[in-house]
């Protein structure tokens, strides 16, 4: 079997057909892609960041922890739904954006890293999956992040990057001659890092926004096609990250008490491009003059165990969307599809195991 290349950006565009395997697909199993989970970990041609080299990489950096998400490997499930308000379909035909329909929701928030009972921080970057069920087992899946840009262009660069910042055991720092060595060759993750320093955390995920940072193309009825980043607005009140260091699942309890307390609301913001904004480049922030459409709301009701069915079990590989809109050239995307495969099946095979942010002690569950 031929080894996938991740270094080269038309290695394995996203395709129709990948969205299709996540279309009906019982629990994210089908989104598993079939390329990827074929594919060897790089034994044939070492050099080469193939899927299954980069999957490694949470491993060597994090540890291997059987049944769990090579990365964002701590989460809680959560579910509600989205209401559209029909803004956003002056640029997408995907139903989802048609006036007054509500689509129901599935999704998972998270933290970055691949230790599943990690301790809560402010700076750890706070992930949300959301899969949108669409009729006829159509299916829209993303995954967003609280940065404004993505530190990395390339899969490349997040491997290196992965490795260069690994811990040194004993000092629970990373080498200072790796890191700089890496940010030298790299001033666009520098850049990312200065950008994300302007706009720090905020004090939980209720407050948080969340962004796609991937740019994605938007076709509406009449067949006109659009460049597209999304965000989610927090409706609640933004406040300041606390100073002092936070109690072990703080952030995720604090999730669970205010999911308890009442829904919690975000507005969809799209984003459109023009023609001279990078669509293949995720480090890049876009002028904030921009065309911006407000497409309605989404209201997450429940926080979940990350029971079967749930969360848990979803692989939220962003390449998994609705007719009216297609994935861009970005490397990231077409790797992230493939990355996401990998780390779902070696979580599958291992047994899936839940993330050890129960909500069930605390909800309605
Ligand atoms: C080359 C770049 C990237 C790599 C290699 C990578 C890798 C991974 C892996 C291995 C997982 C676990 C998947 C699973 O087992 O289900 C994951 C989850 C996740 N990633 Fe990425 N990622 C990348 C870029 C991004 C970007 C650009 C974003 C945000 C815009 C993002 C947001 C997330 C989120 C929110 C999750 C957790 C989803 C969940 O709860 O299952 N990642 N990532």
């Known amino acids: 079997m031929e080894q996938e290349d991740l270094q ?10 990948a969205a299709l395997l996540g279309i009906g697909a019982v629990a994210g199993v089908g ?25 490694d990489g949470f491993e060597t950096v994090f540890g291997k922890h059987a ?38 929701v599935t999704g998972r928030f998270s933290l970055s890293g691949g230790v599943p009972d990690v301790a809560d921080a402010t700076q750890t970057v706070r992930g949300l999956g959301l899969r949108f069920d669409l009729p006829d087992g159509e299916q829209w899946r993303t995954a967003m992040i609280n940065r404004p840009v993505f530190q990395d262009r390339t899969p490349q660069g997040f491997y ?37 320093k302007q706009q720090p955390p905020t004090s939980g995920f209720a407050d948080s926004s969340f962004n796609g940072l991937n740019t994605f193309h938007f076709s509406n009825s009449s067949g006109d096609t659009v460049p597209v980043r999304w965000s989610l607005i927090p409706l609640q009140p933004v406040r300041p990250a606390a100073k002092r260091p936070l109690g072990r699942n703080e952030l ?50 429940s926080a979940r165990t990350e029971a079967a069915g749930e969360g848990r079990d979803i692989n939220f590989d962003p390449t998994v969307v609705p007719r009216g809109i297609t994935p861009s050239s970005d490397p990231l995307l077409s790797a992230r599809s493939a990355v996401y ?25």
């Open 160 to 196: 290196e990057r992965m490795l260069a910042f690994k811990a040194i055991p004993g000092t629970g720092k990373p080498d200072p001659e790796k890191t700089a060595a890496f940010l030298a060759e790299h001033p666009e993750t520098v850049r990312a890092m200065e950008l994300a």
């Open 67 to 104: 049944g769990f998400r090579r990365n964002h490997a701590k989460g809680v499930g959560v579910a509600g739904s989205f209401l559209a308000n029909g803004a956003g379909s002056a640029v997408s035909e995907a139903v989802v954006f048609e006036d007054g329909r509500t689509t129901p």
């Open 252 to 301: 995720f309890e604090k999730l669970i008490a205010a999911l308890d307390a009442g829904p919690l609301r975000w507005r969809m913001v799209l984003t459109i491009g023009r023609p001279e904004d990078p669509v293949d480049d995720a480090t890049e922030a876009w002028p904030d003059t921009r065309r911006t459409i407000d497409a309605g709301v989404l209201t997450l009701t």
């Open 341 to 365: 495969a990998q780390s779902f099946t070696r979580r599958a095979g291992e047994g899936i195991r839940t993330s050890p942010v129960k909500a069930a002690e605390e909800s309605d569950v």
């Open 31 to 55: 989104a598993v892609d079939l390329g990827a989970f074929l594919l060897a970990s790089g034994r044939l041609t070492p050099d080469r960041l193939t899927p299954g080299r980069l999957t």
């Open 8 to 17: 080269s950006p038309a290695s394995r565009a996203p395709s129709r057909r």
